[in-house]
């Protein structure tokens, strides 16, 4: 079946799941490690850098970018999937943004589906399975569960750059996730796919991440002991 929009709310649920089924709760949210996490469990799925690959197959690095300068996926002869991505880029995050990608299509079974092109309001068109992908991975890196625990816990101090350091992504993406997430009414927060599950996920290790990545002069240090008092008021409870 070809849809004619993106599927948004099964591609949130996927990426919950995968989170919950791949990923130990630690941050930042490491999607090279939880591919391999992926591969530990399922014997069709295999991982290549393209230096890897190159050297496998005896192909050229340019040859295997021709085809994509950042990652792509497919799977072979013998029914395996493979991903791979390009590690000889400077850009660390964004090595980590196109394996979410990746893992996208494949939590998507994007392979075995034809697709459409859809066109946004504003006029602009674009591949139904590559907006599903970039949603996927966006739900996989900044889960909105995640960063409404930020938003409530910490007094509101959730900005651009908190989505950078808790997600390990870049600049850019980070302020596209943080308008999208400000959008959101407080209906659609409470209806989201295993937000209880998440927080409970990650409750412990955000506590920790965020307290170990306030500096001194920051404005969040010295609204700490404010916060503290804050989380005993609001008694979130991930149980």
């Keep these: 079946m070809i849809h004619n929009k993106p599927q948004f709310f099964n591609i949130q649920k996927l990426a919950h799941e995968f989170l919950?089924?791949?990923?130990?709760?630690?941050?930042?949210?490491?999607?090279?490690?939880?591919?391999y996490n992926i591969s530990k469990s399922n014997h069709?799925?295999?991982?290549?850098?393209?230096?890897?690959?190159?050297?496998?197959?005896?192909?050229?690095?340019?040859?295997?970018?021709?085809?994509?300068?950042?990652?792509?996926?497919?799977?072979?002869?013998?029914?395996?999937?493979?991903l791979v991505y390009n590690d000889l880029i400077d850009d660390r995050r964004k090595i980590q943004w196109t394996i979410g990608h990746e893992l996208g299509h494949y939590a998507s079974n994007h392979l075995f589906k034809d697709s459409t092109i859809y066109k946004f309001s504003d006029g602009h068109t674009k591949d139904i399975h590559e907006i599903e992908a970039d949603y996927f991975v966006k739900n996989l890196m900044a889960p909105f569960p995640l960063l409404n625990f930020i938003h409530?816990?910490?007094?509101?101090?959730?900005?651009?750059?908190?989505?950078?350091?808790?997600?390990?992504?870049?600049?850019?993406?980070?302020?596209?996730?943080?308008?999208?997430?400000?959008?959101?009414?407080?209906?659609?927060?409470?209806?989201?796919?295993?937000?209880?599950?998440?927080e409970?996920?990650?409750?412990?290790?955000?506590?920790?991440?965020?307290?170990?990545?306030?500096?001194?002069?920051?404005?969040?240090?010295?609204?700490?002991d404010l916060i503290k008092r804050k989380r005993k008021e609001l008694k979130i409870n991930c149980e």
């Design 20 to 35: 919950l089924k791949y990923w130990d709760g630690s941050l930042p949210i490491d999607t090279l490690k939880l591919a």
């Design 44 to 82: 069709n799925f295999k991982i290549y850098t393209y230096t890897n690959l190159a050297k496998e197959f005896n192909i050229s690095i340019e040859k295997i970018k021709s085809i994509s300068d950042d990652g792509y996926c497919y799977y072979n002869s013998q029914g395996i999937f493979i």
């Design 152 to 198: 409530l816990y910490y007094l509101n101090l959730l900005d651009p750059s908190d989505i950078v350091k808790i997600s390990n992504i870049n600049y850019t993406p980070a302020c596209h996730i943080y308008n999208h997430f400000f959008r959101l009414t407080s209906y659609t927060l409470e209806s989201i796919p295993y937000k209880k599950e998440l």
């Design 200 to 224: 409970k996920l990650f409750k412990n290790s955000l506590t920790k991440f965020f307290e170990n990545n306030l500096t001194e002069n920051s404005f969040e240090k010295k609204y700490l």
